[in-house]
């Protein structure tokens, strides 16, 4: 008699990987007698002496060599964890496929937490006794300085304190440090979905009432929810991640960037009586490892976190928010070059739910597929609560000139004046770190040039140091020039928000002024220190960069002063219009949120150029409109599609060969045009020399496919790295 069995239990032998490896990402594998695996499930294999990390994957979507059987190693192990969803799968291979990346790069950001992948159960983090030390060091002293309330692990404590781990065990010992058990699996306290109900307004109801149906109903539902500032936008999706929660699904929450969260949290935990789950990329290895297992076991309920949140193994997501939808920021520009707006409405998809990207100044991409009914747009266009929008006003600087040496003009000054008269608060907004844009040698002439970048370093006078705001490198501010060595020779040139602070401080001695950068609201607490005294009214004036445009309610806040209007239009990027007319509508719907009406008054030597004009009128709708027929003609997106190729390489010479290589075997494709190669504009970066070449493709061509037919078969030199952008934002 014939038996069927062992041919089906052969083939259920076998499995298909996608592993984690900068070489080698398919390789198939036995499954040892005993051991249970299904697509998704997270192995361990053997590879050569070590061992890999790997997802097991149907392998029909998964192409690799075909290894026989006799050559099949054995899996060493399934982890603990939930296999990764299938809907999940396919999300990983279409951002490979759509951004021309490897799918175990991608498939990297769902198993972000290695820890969480061994299981549950405790790890031990360290804090501070209280015991005064016998013997103190310099080191000692600032770790028992930087280390107040904290608790981490060694290694992160060190990182912490910038004191090595050594100094901190040597602490363990001396009993300045006890070591304390953390469950990694400890739940976090329930959301309540009616903890405290608003009362919504008529316009803010049926916005809500459309996301509920939506979310009750559990199919892929995209929506623009397109309110002016102040509208009550997180109020009313806040009613669909109600219904979410009474449903018992997940909900993804998406913010651009960590500085927005504090405010964030204080909202959701005055509405559902706790904070939501956090996730991005400096959270502490157990708190990291306590989200994700929460996340793919289903038991945390709402995470709010940066793109990075996007990938990971929900387990049974009813939702996917994305605030602040137009922000650059959702893009990544290094590893994976993916949009997360973008993938956030194709995890919708995948996932059979509702995605809402909410903003007061939509990409245009956005409303042209509203436009064409493919996301339903959803409007709030007046302010809650009776609130009026601010007036905004044109201030030319051609006619008003600031005095000599200064950067606001009498007028604006006059306003601020009567403000900080009325105890009403302030906000100028540059969007320029640091002190100075560029210094240089009064004497010689010299300009301080980064080594690894083409950029000017930017003096900080808070740090006394020289920055470079790409790579990171800094130097102090020398005592003289180092081209010609004459003393206190330095002048800087042009304005960052530490000099217009400066200005103010002369103009206004009395005022009390805040700077707000990356540079000073770098943590969670340095952020609810400036909100608690922006709300006290302990803060007068506010000078700050794109970080304070959005999010931020003052009800005291009456003027908004655009420093530059005309900075954001300067350099060749594709989008600096619509960029321009984002960052100044969000930072001027800071003004007058509550009672008191807004004045906002805006800088500019260019009052004629759109969206100036635009932006003056209050005509969001002729920009738009202007701005979507400048797209139509140039063929740029949504109308047409982008991508551009960037090769790099720490040999300049070995980079531009290997960028006119590329260039010379350019398809010639009727749907594609191709321009460059190019040097960058910051043709140096980190050290690496940058080329550049940009296609320009019809909709209807097949970019991915005639990319990889075009890069596949060519061959470079180690050092050279070449990048694929596609739907490239930032052009630097
Ligand atoms: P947006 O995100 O559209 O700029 P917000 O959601 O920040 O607007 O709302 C602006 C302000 O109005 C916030 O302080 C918010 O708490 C308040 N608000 C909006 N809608 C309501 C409501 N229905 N009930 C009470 N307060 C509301
Ligand atoms: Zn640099």
């Not at 605030?323 to 590893?335: L, N, Y």
């Not at 339903?376 to 609560?385: A, H, N, V």
């Not at 531009?656 to 460059?676: E, F, K, W, Y």
Request: with cysteine.
């Amino acid at each position: 008699m014939s038996d069927p069995l062992p041919e089906i239990e052969r083939r259920f032998e076998r499995v298909r990987l996608l592993v984690f490896n900068a070489v080698l990402s398919v390789l198939d594998y036995r499954v040892p007698e005993g051991m249970a695996v299904e697509p998704g499930s997270v192995v361990v294999a053997p590879l050569g002496p070590r061992q890999i990390l790997g997802i097991v994957w149907e392998p029909e979507r998964l192409n690799g060599a075909e290894v026989p059987d006799t050559k099949l190693r054995a899996l060493l192990e399934v982890l603990p964890v939930p296999p990764v969803p299938a809907q999940l799968r396919r999300l990983i291979e279409w951002t490979a496929d759509y951004y021309c990346a490897s799918m175990s790069s991608v498939a990297r950001m769902t198993l972000a937490s290695s820890a969480a992948l061994r299981g549950g159960g405790t790890t031990t983090e360290y804090r501070l006794t209280g015991e005064e030390p016998a013997r103190m060091t310099p080191q000692r002293a600032a770790a028992l300085d930087a280390l107040q309330g904290e608790q981490g692990s060694i290694r992160e404590l060190a990182e912490l304190a910038s004191v090595s781990e050594g100094v901190l065990r040597g602490m363990v010992g001396a009993g300045l440090l006890e070591p304390v058990l953390v469950d990694c699996d400890r739940p976090y306290p329930p959301a309540l979905p009616d903890f405290a109900e608003p009362t919504l307004n008529p316009g803010q109801r049926e916005a809500a009432d459309t996301f509920v149906a939506a979310v009750a109903e559990r199919k892929f539902a995209p929506f623009l929810l397109d309110g002016v500032t102040g509208s009550g936008k997180t109020e009313t999706y806040f009613e669909a991640v109600a219904e979410a929660l009474r449903l018992g699904r997940q909900v993804l929450v998406l913010l651009p960037e960590i500085a927005l969260t504090e405010n964030f949290l204080r909202r959701f935990e005055s509405r559902f009586g706790t904070p939501p789950i956090l996730w991005h990329s400096s959270l502490k290895a157990s708190e990291r490892r306590r989200a994700w297992r929460a996340i793919a076991h289903g038991q945390a309920q709402v995470v709010v976190g940066a793109r990075s949140a996007l990938f990971l193994p929900y387990a049974n997501l009813g939702l996917i928010v994305v605030d602040e939808a137009h922000e650059v920021s959702f893009k990544q520009d290094d590893g994976v070059r993916y949009n997360a707006r973008d993938v956030a409405v194709i995890r919708a998809r995948f996932e059979a739910v509702p995605v809402v990207l909410a903003s007061a100044t939509p990409a245009l991409e956005s409303l042209q597929l509203a436009e064409a009914g493919v996301y339903t747009r959803i409007e709030l266009p007046d302010r809650f609560g009776g609130a009026q929008m601010p007036t905004i006003k044109i201030v030319d600087l051609r006619e008003e000139a600031p005095e000599r040496g200064r950067w606001l003009a009498p007028r604006l000054v006059e306003e601020m004046k009567l403000r900080l008269a009325r105890g009403e608060q302030s906000l100028l907004f540059l969007n320029r770190r640091g002190y100075a844009p560029l210094t240089l040698c009064r004497h010689c002439g010299h300009r301080f040039q980064c080594p690894n970048c083409t950029a000017w370093l930017v003096e900080h006078r808070f740090s006394s140091r020289l920055a470079c705001h790409h790579c990171g490198h800094e130097t102090p501010v020398p005592e003289t020039c180092p081209e010609c060595g004459t003393g206190d020779c330095l002048v800087a040139c042009g304005p960052g928000v530490e000099r217009i602070a400066d200005e103010v401080g002369e103009l206004l001695p009395e005022a009390r002024v805040a700077v707000v950068t990356s540079d000073t609201l770098n943590s969670r607490e340095a952020v609810g220190r400036f909100v608690a005294q922006a709300e006290e009214g302990a803060i007068d004036v506010i000078v700050g960069t794109q970080l304070v445009t959005k999010g931020y309610h003052f009800p005291e806040l009456t003027l908004v002063g655009v420093v530059d209007a005309d900075l954001g239009l300067e350099g060749g990027d594709l989008r600096a219009g619509e960029r321009t007319y984002q960052q100044i509508a969000q930072v001027s719907g800071r003004a007058g949120r509550a009672e008191k009406p807004g004045e906002v008054l805006i800088q500019t030597r260019h009052p004629e150029a759109a969206v100036i004009s635009a932006l003056a009128s209050g005509d969001r709708d002729a920009f738009y409109a202007a701005e979507t027929e400048a797209r139509r003609d140039a063929g740029a997106p949504p109308f047409g599609r982008w991508a551009a190729i960037i090769v790099s390489s720490e040999d300049q010479s070995e980079a531009q060969s290997a960028a006119r290589a590329i260039g010379a075997t350019a398809p010639n494709h009727p749907d594609m045009l191709v321009l460059g190669p190019a040097p960058a504009p910051m043709a140096l970066l980190r050290g690496r020399y940058r080329y550049r070449l940009l296609i320009n493709a019809r909709r209807s061509a097949e970019l991915q496919k005639a990319l990889a037919e075009w890069l596949g078969p060519l061959q470079f030199p180690q050092g050279v790295r070449v990048a694929i952008d596609i739907d490239p934002y930032s052009f630097v």
